[in-house]
């Protein structure tokens, strides 16, 4: 669940805690880029007469296996995750839920429901487990952390560090909240071991809230920052109300792969510094990464009909631009984001020229963003950071020998893992796109640019003995590595490719990359492909783009599938390419609930990997489903066409 101002919270069913980052509520602090751990969890238990029954579920660095609650445990997602404790006399019910902060001025908020499921009364002791620490670490317990508590009538407040603001518990229901700070240490984190990195932490206990639940009964807690909660109650009931008609429609979903996947997508919008809308590029570790953002903004947005929050997104990265780059790490202003990424202006330019054809308003395209295509185009001709520069071809130069721009961006110890300095063909792709968008609204200064750098492309990059593209171009010469990055020029709109190139590039995609959960980053042929993504940092660097499976390409897939299949086959390519992305939908139960895993093992059966809920995957899976419900109006050009010529007719590809 997320809170809409770059907070969540996360964890297993089994209610085991496995990573650093599985907590109630990790939350980021107004005027920081960095989320800290506000409630880590809570060990609750049962008072049975002399008996204290723990529901807590941890591993114990000392243990060689978890200790497990004293409890039968039942989880249930919808409408909010649920876990059920039963034992022999007692069953208790405890559901979490984040409001979300639906506009800058809104304030998100924990909710932690208790209900006495059983026929006798039940006295629950409460121990509210805090970090108040950056949620990427794991510090060690340690003096100084301040065990005041201040009590404001039915809530308390606990501030041990300056690193949030004051976190309020409030309660409705029979409680009393009793003071004894003291420290939980030695959970160990096994998914965190198992990558590899450091793996046991603390958490901080301020006290204990005692809950006494009649049959029937419950009590509501809610966790605040900065000011206590009123009602409770009050506050929880809409909040459940909304989780219940979404879990009523999901059930009732006649698409369960869309349904699921839309019903996800909104947890990656967030209201940045200054209420500025942006999108988060994945759970639990990643920030607001611009590549990222506008790649996964069509699908996120204009998939769903939402129009304005595309608009919104796309306007507030108007004040980052800089010398023509785009940040591919947000900060909380331009002064301290990080612009490492030659293409992330490129994707903002897609993602522009996508929204315009799914309806945006003209007169804002051509006041505001047909003027910011401009300046990207014109500082890449002219030469800008990154070692960006147009070459005499009108191809577009990026990166250098110890730096790679693109987003095979891997490097370990020794360097870049997967070298695409020179000419990387997606960006060639991506630059060829956004020459020809200007064209289309009027810019006529970048024709010939258009037409030199779609004819030098067509001439460098073809591979007419393979029938495919080079992954890029250097000196040396063309790069004939099978990677999927070709699979873009196959797919945009404005494309110097013929429909028999196009082809070629969908046939050498189907033979080599296509897996059921996404396109392998290296054909299986090649002597550096590696097909497990596993091991510590260094090994899951060395898997990341040289043959690890990467769902977000499907959507390019997918597109380039259409587009290079004559319109007498296209209902049935349709079928195929629909039953195809039909495979993803166990993958919305497998590791994240609702979200598909940032990366999955080349070889079968595809392991997921990564992060376990990523925007560009969801993004680019509901925007490939949009394509499948409107296929491609336009007359695909007869081939031999000439190369770099803009394409008459109406592009297609995006809702309306």
Known sequence: MTDGRGGYACGTVADLPMRRYHGLWIARPEGSARRCMAVAGLDERIVDGERRLSLLHAHWATQPAPYAPEAAVAFALRPCPTWTFRTGAHAIERAVLLRRATDPAGEPMLFVRWRNLGDRPVRLLVRPLLGFHDVDHLPPARDGYDGTV????????????????TLWLSVDGLCTFRSEPDWYRGFLFATDRARGYDHV??????GVLELDLPPGGDAIAAFSLGLPCEAPAEAFTPVFAAAERDAAALAAAADPLRARLEHGAPAFLYHATGGRLGVLAGFPWFGEWGRDVFLALPGLTLARGRL????????GALPFLRRGLLPNIYGRAPADSHYGSCDAALWFALAVQRWATAGGDRDRLLADFVPALREIAAAYTAGTDLGLRADADGLLQAGGAGLNATWMDAQTRHGPVTPRHGLPVEIQALWYSLLATLCEHGVSAFAAA?????EAFVRRFWLADGRYLADRVDAAGPDRSVRPNMVLAAALPHSPLSPAQRAGVVAMVEAELRTPCGLRTLSP????????????GESRDLAYHQGTAWPWLGGFYVEAALRATP?????????????????FLPELDRAGLDHVSEVFDGDAPQRPGGTFAQAWNTGELLRALALLDELPAEKVPTEGAPAGKERRGRRTGERT
């Open 150 to 165: 201040h009590a404001r009538g039915a809530s308390w407040g606990f501030r041990p560090t300056t690193v949030l603001p």
């Open 450 to 454: 258009r037409d030199r750098c779609g």
């Open 308 to 315: 304005d929050l595309c608009e919104r997104v796309l306007a």
């Open 525 to 536: 042929r090649d002597p550096a492909y590696r097909g497990r993504y596993e091991g510590d």
């Open 201 to 206: 932490g603390d958490r901080w206990n301020p």
């Open 567 to 583: 319109a007498r086959q296209k209902k049935q390519r349709s079928r195929e390419l629909r039953a195809w992305l039909d495979g």
